[in-house]
């Protein structure tokens, strides 16, 4: 066989990695943009001796998996399902003779979770590992510990354009291997870059058109411009039309038809130049043959998970530098280039140096479904460049227990092993599932819908998915034909693997399959507008006001973009309570709803019936169960302090007396922690918190046992018992400490200051007159008797002429009697 591959620069590396792969069975090959990794690695390979089966190379992308095939079986001189074929989900060519398969990454987790020993595989390929997609993470994991364990004659290559290689390397390294790392120089063309700037008056579309115009006066050569979707494609086509009439402007996206696809990536066969508007899918794998100009607005658009709202969004960022390289790198593929950027050249160090790998921003519903069926309890233990995040995983795990995936252990279950087996996401699955248990009908309805939310565009861009279902259905072009037959092959599965469910013969609308995927998302207007919605899950959402579905009661969201808060609704189907009603009763809860009023203080009791959020009907409970409405009483003092109480003044002074000795029995905070042992019985056939002071204060005296009762007593005594006889309560809650009042004629006889506590202190004496005025506030009394009580004596003395006031009060007797009647005592 001929070699057509002599003229690709990954040709100088090949007899490298090929030898290497003769001695171990992994390797890693870096090469840039345009070495050619893509078509000539695989060809070379399948010449080896250790090669006797096929070899499976990844792409990321339909686009560029069924290119790649066709360009390598070109190069063979033959057509594309002989010798190298493909797999992609709506399009596949294949056959006995096929050697080379390129399949997208998704198919390949698919296919490796069915065949873990990859029976009949010699090698897999995995091509523009460096754009990190979920599905390639994946199943790079799963390859990795499949050739630990099943298959360690199987080979696997990394192929990546950036210098991630010792980090790729380190995978297979810590599974034991010694891999080779093989990095080809590749071929560099000059590259001219022209700084644009950007235009914040202008629009993307009218400052990319702009630049297109600019590009076709000042080069020569097919023109590819990026821009970040479908929309601002179209938008820019329009503007062209006017523009450059006679110019052939060819859009490339996921949603082309796949010979307009062919006609974007290969040379007019008239010779006419070309301007192809693409979006990212066109920033690796794809070689557009003539293309030397490149015009990129600087925008891209990803798929992220928004764990509040639940959905999976599309966010328009700046693209990174690595992105805005790999653009700008397509102009130079084949020869000299020139690459329009619409930003400043300043600016260009501000954006982010690569985009986030898909396993830290995406819903990992998936990927834990598969590594639940792959038996992987510790994900951990696989080979991962970024493992999954915890909490996104604990989240994801709890999806799926909800759709009944996994068991309350974390292990699948049979209905998630029907699930994983579904070529979807597991939502969708469980959709298509559950419709199926209901008859074929049913099961193609639902598999129709769950490809017209995964494939965007098909059917049109309504946000009724009902309106979408009918025109996609009289859609005779071969993109929707090919779907109708994919989605015959989904009801099909899902009939075979689904359990018979019960069937009253009622026709089940398609909202109801909807809602079974998405059960959080059943959603309530909140205003006849139909702008407003509030879903069974708790989020609000919007919609157009010139929806045709604005004019509904009830909604089922497919997808919603934008913000947690008011994330716009994009796809739904409209649905009646009567049908929630009769076809999701096991969505419907009665539930006992109680809510404490704080301006009556008071637990108020509803008898709701509930839809998640939704609340379908409420009456008042006249006779709640009594522990439910002291638990919420409780929560109620949780929530609002120990102080929502009503502590009498004993209470509080003995939580005063227990905080000042330390005792933590009577801490408020461990008392509110452990109120179900002693609030609970006071509250029983309450729903207000008004218990007598007396019982709360007898309740929280039985917190202590014995000894803490003595403990408190000789620490933080509630009384101070005057010389005089006479016992007076103690302040531990005043701002100079432990205080007492008392008349000062109680302390005579008494020269040493009296102390609490341990270690000992000062209790704080405030002194009055006979008639109760303040007199002085001391922390020590023998100087105070020694000072300021002759100033005390003269003021008092005439006030109170009837009383003592010695001049040496600390050698007289305590009394509070009368001077006269002090007299009479002491002379019986």
């Not at 993470?137 to 991630?164: F, H, K, N, W, Y």
């Not at 990319?208 to 820019?236: H, M």
């Not at 025109?471 to 109708?484: L, V």
């Not at 004993?650 to 005063?656: P, T």
Request: with cysteine; glycine share 8%; hydrophobic share 45%.
């Amino acid at each position: 066989m001929s070699d057509p591959f002599l003229d690709l620069p990954i040709h100088a590396v090949l007899p490298e990695l090929v030898a290497a792969l003769d001695r171990t069975p992994a390797a890693v090959l870096i090469a840039p943009p345009g070495a050619g990794k893509t078509t000539a690695v695989a060809p070379a390979l399948i010449e080896r001796d250790w090669c006797e089966g096929s070899v499976i190379v990844l792409s990321p992308r339909r686009v560029a998996a069924r290119a790649a095939a066709e360009r390598m079986a070109e190069l063979l001189g033959e057509q594309a399902g002989e010798t190298v074929g493909y797999v992609t989900r709506l399009d596949s060519r294949r056959s006995a003779s096929t050697r080379i398969l390129v399949m997208t990454e998704a198919i390949f987790v698919a296919t490796v979770l069915g065949d873990p020993e990859l029976e009949g595989v010699s090698a897999v390929l995995f091509d523009e590992a460096h754009e990190r997609h979920l599905d390639a993470d994946l199943g790079l994991a799963l390859a990795i510990e499949a050739q630990s364990v099943l298959r360690p004659d199987l080979r696997l290559v990394v192929m990546s354009a950036t210098l991630d290689g010792a980090r790729f390397a380190a995978l297979f390294e810590k599974a034991g291997q010694e891999p080779a790392l093989v990095e080809s120089e590749g071929r560099a063309h000059p590259l001219e870059l022209r700084w644009l700037g950007s235009r914040p008056d202008l629009t993307v579309e009218a400052q990319t058109a702009s630049a297109i115009q600019r590009a076709w006066g000042e080069t020569s050569g097919d023109i590819l411009a990026f821009l970040p979707g479908v929309r601002q494609i179209e938008r820019v086509a329009d503007l062209l039309g006017e523009r450059l009439p006679h110019a052939l402007v060819l859009p490339l996206h996921g949603q082309v038809e796949p010979a307009g696809q062919r006609a974007a990536i290969r040379r007019d066969r008239e010779g006419r130049r070309r301007i192809v508007l693409a979006t990212s899918i066109a920033e690796t794998s794809l070689t557009l043959d003539g293309v030397s100009v490149v015009v990129d607005a600087g925008l891209s658009r990803h798929a992220e998970f928004d764990k509040v709202a639940g959905v999976t969004r599309l966010v328009t960022t700046r693209a990174s530098q690595a992105s805005a390289a790999q653009r700008a790198g397509r102009a130079a593929r084949q020869g000299p280039g020139v690459a329009y950027r619409l930003w400043e050249e300043a600016a260009h160090a501000g954006r982010p140096a690569f985009d986030p790998p898909e396993i830290l921003t995406q819903d990992l519903a998936p990927l834990a479904l598969t590594l639940a069926q792959w038996g992987a309890a510790d994900a951990g233990a696989l080979a991962w460049l970024d493992p999954p995040p915890a909490p996104a995983l604990a989240s994801a795990r709890a999806t799926l227990a909800a759709l009944g995936a996994l068991d309350g252990e974390g292990r699948i279950t049979a209905h998630g092993r029907a699930m994983a087996r579904m070529p979807m996401e597991p939502a969708l699955a469980h959709m298509l599932l559950f419709a199926a248990g209901h008859g074929r009908d049913a099961a193609e309805t639902a598999a129709r819908l769950a490809l017209l939310l995964q494939e965007r565009g098909l059917g049109g861009r309504s946000e009724d998915l009902a309106r979408r279902l009918d025109s996609w259905n009289g859609d005779r072009s071969g993109r929707a034909g090919a779907a109708r037959q994919l989605a015959g092959r989904w009801a099909g599965a899902a009939l075979r693997l689904a359990v018979a469910g019960h069937d009253d013969g009622a026709e089940m609308p398609p909202g109801v399959f909807l809602a079974e995927a998405f059960p959080d998302r059943i959603a309530r207007a909140r205003a006849a507008s139909g702008e407003d919605w509030l879903a069974s899950g708790g989020r609000g959402y919007r919609l157009d006001p010139a929806s045709p579905l604005a004019t509904a009661r009830w909604l089922v969201i497919g997808d919603a973009q934008g913000e947690a808060r008011g994330a716009r609704i994009t796809a739904a189907l409209a649905l009646d309570e009567a049908d929630i009603q009769q076809f999701l009763p096991h969505r419907i809860e009665d539930r006992l709803t109680l809510d404490w009023n704080a301006s009556e203080r008071r637990v108020e009791a509803r008898r709701e019936r509930r839809l998640g959020s939704i609340v379908l009907a409420r009456v008042p409970d006249p006779s709640p169960d009594n522990a439910a409405v002291v638990a919420r009483l409780i929560a109620a003092v949780r929530e609002g302090g120990f102080d929502l109480l009503p502590l009498g003044t004993a209470s509080r002074a003995l939580l005063s007396r227990a905080r000042y000795a330390g005792l933590a029995a009577l801490d408020p905070a461990l008392l509110i922690e452990v109120a179900d042992e002693w609030l609970a019985p006071l509250l029983k056939g309450r729903r207000d918190l008004d218990v007598a002071a007396g019982r709360l204060h007898e309740a929280l005296l039985d917190r202590l046992d014995w000894n803490e009762r003595q403990e408190l007593d000789r620490l933080a005594p509630a009384q101070f018992r005057s010389p005089a006889g006479t016992s007076h309560p103690i302040d531990y809650d005043h701002d100079g400490g432990p205080t007492v009042e008392l008349r000062v004629q109680a302390l005579f006889g008494l020269d040493r200051h009296p102390t609490i506590g341990q270690p000992p202190r000062p209790l704080l004496l405030s002194l009055t007159s006979p008639g109760g005025r303040p007199i002085q506030t001391t922390a020590d009394l023998p100087g105070f008797w020694r000072g300021s009580w002759r100033d005390v004596v003269k003021d008092m003395k005439g006030r109170y002429p009837r009383h003592r006031w010695p001049d040496t009060p600390w050698t007289e007797d305590p009394s509070l009697k009368t001077r006269n009647a002090f007299e009479a005592q002491k002379g019986k």
